[in-house]
């Protein structure tokens, strides 16, 4: 299954195969920092909004694609916020990988994870820093980067296939 | 001189964003005047702006959140970036904590915090990035000087010194003075105890929500470093 994860809320983008589209449908709420996800309702995000099982999602697909306007080099904040939303896709104990801390698995998937940047000024810097942060997010999901892209609008994103 | 200490963890209490700033305050003395903030939603009040308006230097201590800002914040800085308040050449500065040891796993997430700045027509001065935050959180009541904060500390104090003299600097990386496996093994005890208290049995904490918690096959196949 593919997972997109956008803050298009009339995304309607040509996607092959099986998927699931999360995108602004009602205000989404921002991440508490309660960890109830880990230590309370395991793999549930303890605030009852319609996006509180995205980490179930991630556990269910193959592949991850973000397409969101770039925030001076991440994602925008409906996408941050489901994704803040979403720490239970890995469980609270560390691990060590590659000689550094990250967290234990909790599903056995591996994503492949992808991002599709939108917006009119993304600087080099910001590419930079996006991508990074993706390579960081795939390091930490153990999962696989795959690849960052960029658009100059909106628009441009039109003929994009998922 | 006015320094605004932004607090953008969502907590409403027993931040390690909060002790961090603390630690902070207590560095710089009566050398400046502090504002201290709370930003804890997506939106920036009237009331935040006006204690905005009368710094000249902020410093946003945030959590590392998914190796980047939490949503939030970035909604809050989106809307700060359009002010046209802001003084020319405000001075920023950041402290990122993040829950993982290695203080340098929170660099992405500040360079955003300077790409911000680029936007927003401020100078980045160069920030603070801070492993160990689990541990950060627990020493509340302990000074800063003498506890496990003592290395943080250290590196607060020369950014207290840079921040007075409005300097800029590469970002610096610490994190708590005690060894990596301890905090690993501290950690692991910390989400028994709180899945305790919460009712649940240990082995809820790897509960998936697609299998019986009796498959437990997934975490029997990784195998991972020590
Ligand atoms: C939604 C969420 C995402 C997080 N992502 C990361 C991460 O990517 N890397 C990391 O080291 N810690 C991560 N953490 C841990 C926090 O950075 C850590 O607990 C921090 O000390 C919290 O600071 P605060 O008390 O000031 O909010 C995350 C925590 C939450 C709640």
Same mark, same amino acid.
């Given at each position: 299954?593919?997972? *997109?994860?956008?803050? *298009?809320?009339?995304?309607?983008?040509?996607?092959?195969?099986?998927?699931?589209?999360?995108?602004?449908?009602?205000?989404?709420?921002?991440?508490?920092?309660?960890?109830?996800?880990?230590?309370?309702?395991?793999?549930?995000?303890?605030?009852?909004?319609?996006?509180?099982?995205?980490?179930?999602?991630?556990?269910?697909?193959?592949?991850?694609?973000?397409?969101?306007?770039?925030?001076?080099?991440?994602?925008?904040?409906?996408?941050?916020?489901?994704?803040?939303?979403? *720490?239970?896709?890995?469980?609270?104990?560390?691990?060590?990988?590659?000689?550094?801390?990250?967290?234990?698995?909790?599903?056995?998937?591996?994503?492949?994870?992808?991002?599709?940047?939108?917006?009119?000024?993304?600087?080099?810097?910001?590419?930079?820093?996006?991508? %990074?942060?993706?390579?960081?997010?795939?390091?930490?999901?153990?999962?696989?980067?795959?690849?960052?892209?960029?658009?100059?609008?909106? %628009?441009?994103?039109?003929?994009?296939?998922? | 001189?006015?320094?605004?200490?932004?607090?953008?963890?969502?907590?409403?209490? &027993?931040?390690?964003?909060?002790?961090?700033?603390?630690?902070?305050?207590? +560095?710089?003395?009566?050398?400046?005047?502090?504002?201290?903030? +709370?930003?804890?939603?997506?939106?920036? $009040?009237?009331?935040?702006?006006?204690?905005?308006?009368?710094?000249?230097?902020?410093?946003?201590? =945030?959590?590392?959140?998914?190796?980047?800002?939490?949503?939030?914040?970035?909604?809050?800085?989106?809307?700060?970036?359009?002010?046209?308040?802001?003084?020319?050449?405000?001075?920023?500065?950041?402290?990122?904590?993040?829950?993982? !040891?290695?203080?340098?796993?929170?660099?992405?997430?500040?360079?955003?915090?300077?790409?911000? +700045?680029?936007?927003?027509? +401020?100078?980045?001065? &160069?920030?603070?990035?801070?492993?160990?935050?689990?541990?950060?959180?627990?020493?509340?009541?302990?000074?800063?000087?003498?506890?496990?904060?003592?290395?943080?500390?250290?590196?607060?104090?020369? =950014?207290?010194?840079?921040?007075?003299?409005?300097? &800029?600097?590469?970002?610096? !990386?610490?994190?708590?003075? =005690?060894?990596?496996?301890?905090?690993?093994?501290?950690?692991?005890?910390?989400?028994?105890?709180?899945?305790?208290?919460?009712?649940?049995? $240990?082995?809820?904490?790897?509960?998936?929500?697609?299998?019986?918690?009796?498959? $437990?096959?997934?975490?029997?196949?990784?195998?991972?470093?020590?």
């Amino acid at each position: 299954m593919k997972l *997109i994860v956008t803050d *298009i809320e009339d995304f309607d983008f040509k996607i092959e195969g099986e998927h699931k589209v999360i995108n602004p449908q009602g205000n989404i709420k921002h991440c508490i920092g309660c960890f109830g996800c880990w230590a309370k309702t395991p793999g549930e995000c303890v605030i009852h909004d319609g996006y509180e099982r995205t980490s179930l999602d991630m556990g269910l697909c193959d592949e991850m694609i973000i397409v969101s306007e770039c925030y001076y080099g991440t994602v925008s904040p409906f996408v941050k916020a489901a994704q803040d939303r979403a *720490i239970s896709y890995v469980q609270g104990d560390f691990i060590i990988k590659n000689g550094e801390m990250h967290h234990k698995h909790r599903y056995p998937n591996t994503i492949k994870l992808s991002a599709h940047f939108y917006g009119e000024d993304i600087t080099e810097d910001e590419k930079k820093t996006a991508k %990074d942060i993706i390579e960081g997010n795939a390091e930490n999901f153990h999962g696989e980067f795959n690849g960052v892209y960029f658009y100059k609008s909106k %628009d441009e994103l039109k003929g994009l296939k998922l | 001189m006015t320094v605004a200490l932004i607090n953008a963890s969502p907590k409403v209490k &027993g931040s390690s964003s909060g002790i961090l700033l603390n630690d902070l305050k207590e +560095c710089l003395g009566n050398k400046v005047d502090v504002e201290e903030i +709370c930003l804890r939603t997506s939106k920036i $009040t009237a009331e935040i702006i006006e204690k905005l308006k009368k710094a000249d230097t902020w410093v946003v201590a =945030f959590p590392l959140y998914v190796d980047s800002l939490p949503s939030h914040l970035l909604a809050c800085l989106k809307q700060l970036e359009k002010m046209t308040w802001k003084k020319p050449n405000l001075n920023i500065y950041g402290i990122a904590n993040c829950g993982f !040891y290695e203080g340098n796993q929170a660099e992405p997430a500040l360079n955003v915090l300077k790409n911000w +700045c680029a936007k927003a027509g +401020c100078a980045y001065k &160069g920030s603070l990035g801070i492993g160990g935050g689990g541990a950060i959180a627990v020493s509340g009541n302990m000074s800063g000087k003498n506890s496990l904060r003592a290395n943080i500390y250290k590196a607060m104090k020369k =950014f207290a010194d840079r921040i007075v003299k409005k300097e &800029g600097e590469a970002n610096k !990386y610490a994190t708590v003075a =005690f060894p990596r496996f301890i905090y690993k093994i501290a950690a692991q005890n910390s989400w028994r105890k709180m899945i305790k208290a919460n009712g649940g049995k $240990t082995k809820d904490l790897n509960k998936r929500l697609d299998v019986e918690l009796t498959d $437990t096959s997934v975490n029997k196949r990784i195998v991972y470093e020590q």
